[in-house]
């Protein structure tokens, strides 16, 4: 297989950083091609822990060459933090390749995502407030500013003036202050000699590797619940992060993605608001996941909500997406439980429904049916044999496996590369 995309099944945070990395050593090429640094990816290198927000998983690799494409959204003075984070840590040799045509997260993008949270009051989206769905907003609205205009200076300039008179005037409507268009410019140049010779059109740097049948992972980011169109709308990110969407993103041909490697939490999390049909509402029940799993946000430190694994969502996002093989990941936080449960489907006003209702309204109605298994309680953060995991643990995955008709091909029993077990090769 020379092309797999990493695809986030619930709401963030399934542990695709994890998986990236554990793939990245056999690829050539690690694509982000959406999202920007609202994703947090954790990832342990070489014992210590990294979180990742615009950089790609690849970044620790000197053979591979990371890409930030065209849909990714890039708010150059954090990735330059990023990248001066990474050196730090002793990554001096690394390579990192910048669409041209990346839209730029402009500072006036940060304070309208967060004027806007405040003017929605208790229907807030709860967003991570890093300007991602404004910068979106300029793109769709041709108002955008884009990576490959920094190394054009004059239009830069010219398109700076157009758009920012329109980006003041959205500000002095919400009461927030209003930007120097020589001040930005000045900021925006002195980026030139920091990035530019990142800034290149990746486009078409990907269709010679593919060309060439370089081994290309795509880094998902975010989850298909979160998804513009087909998650829970309006409480989902700007972008598409379905494997779906890879093409477009990338500016690569459809058939470009050759498999697909879902990414499932043992259990589920979000962060932000909206509807969770299988939330754990009970507050102790919740909080022993969440101090196991460590289930706070990497971006914004907000405690995540917990919930059981819900295979009428994943079901759903099997039909959006077609993923067939998934990593099974966290499973090792479910031990200390009693009694784990799986929601498998979803009674609405009365009547059961195995689809997903349009409006978060009906969503936030459904009321999840339930099986009930029981735990292995045990540590099995060290086994490396599927065959080595507790029948109570086997018997988890093979139901998940019947009731989603998923392929579990890895089980990840903790945040180490190491602590993954291996069912089938996918890479
Ligand atoms: P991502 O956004 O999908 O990359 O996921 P995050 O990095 O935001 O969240 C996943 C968290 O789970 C991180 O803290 C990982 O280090 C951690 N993690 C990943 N896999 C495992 C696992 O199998 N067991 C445990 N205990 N932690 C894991
Ligand atoms: P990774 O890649 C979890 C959520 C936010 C909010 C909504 C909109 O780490 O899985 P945004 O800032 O994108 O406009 O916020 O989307 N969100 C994520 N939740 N993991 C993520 O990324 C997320 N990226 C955005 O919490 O609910
Ligand atoms: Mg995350």
Redesign the pocket.
């Known amino acids: 297989m020379s092309t797999l995309a990493i695809q986030?099944c619930q709401?963030?945070?399934?542990g695709?950083?994890k998986i990236t990395d554990y793939c990245a050593s056999k690829a050539d090429v690690v694509v982000r091609s959406q999202?920007?640094n609202?994703?947090?990816?954790s990832i342990v290198h070489q014992g210590q822990r990294y979180a990742l927000r615009l950089l790609p998983s690849g970044i620790f690799n000197p053979r591979v060459v990371n890409v930030l494409s065209d849909g990714v959204v890039i708010n150059p003075w954090g990735l330059l933090e990023e990248i001066d984070g990474v050196k730090k840590a002793g990554v001096t040799s690394f390579q990192l390749l910048i669409s041209n045509r990346a839209q730029i997260v402009m500072p006036y993008d940060v304070d309208l995502?967060h004027a806007r949270e405040l003017a929605l009051g208790n229907a807030k989206?709860?967003?991570?407030?890093?300007g991602?769905?404004p910068t979106y907003e300029d793109m769709a609205s041709r108002t955008g500013i884009r990576m490959g205009d920094l190394l054009e200076p004059h239009y830069l300039k010219e398109r700076l003036h157009e758009v920012l008179f329109i980006k003041n005037k959205e500000l002095e409507a919400f009461g927030a202050k209003t930007y120097e268009e020589d001040e930005l410019y000045a900021k925006l140049l002195a980026l030139v000699p920091l990035l530019g010779d990142y800034i290149q059109d990746t486009s078409s740097f990907l269709s010679k590797c593919l060309g060439e049948k370089k081994k290309i992972l795509f880094e998902?980011?975010?989850?298909a619940m979160?998804d513009i169109i087909h998650g829970t709308y309006p409480?989902?990110?700007?972008s598409s992060?379905l494997s779906n969407a890879i093409p477009f993103y990338c500016g690569i041909p459809v058939n470009s993605v050759e498999n697909t490697l879902g990414i499932v939490k043992a259990y589920t999390?979000?962060?932000?608001?909206?509807p969770f049909p299988s939330e754990i509402l009970d507050v102790d029940k919740a909080h022993i996941i969440r101090e196991k799993g460590h289930e706070y946000?990497?971006?914004?430190k907000?405690p995540?909500r917990i919930g059981w694994i819900d295979c009428a969502e994943l079901r759903y996002v099997k039909s959006l997406t077609g993923v067939h093989d998934v990593a099974l990941m966290l499973l090792d936080v479910l031990g200390d439980l009693d009694e784990i449960k799986i929601c498998n489907g979803y009674v609405l006003d009365g009547v059961s429904i195995d689809t997903m209702p349009s409006t978060v309204e009906a969503v936030g109605r459904l009321e999840a049916k339930y099986l009930s298994l029981p735990s292995w309680k045990g540590d099995i953060s060290s086994v490396k044999r599927y065959e080595d995991l507790p029948p109570e643990a086997k018997n988890y995955i093979a139901t998940i496996e019947n009731l989603t008709g998923f392929h579990i091909v890895m089980v990840s029993v903790g945040p180490d590369k190491e602590e993954t077990i291996i069912r089938k090769e996918v890479f």
Do not use: C, F, M
């Open positions: 986030g709401w963030g945070d399934e695709k950083g999202g920007g609202n994703a947090g990816h995502d989206i709860g967003t991570t407030g890093r991602i769905g998902g980011a975010q989850g979160l409480y989902v990110t700007s992060p999390t979000r962060v932000g608001a909206g946000g990497t971006v914004t907000r995540r």
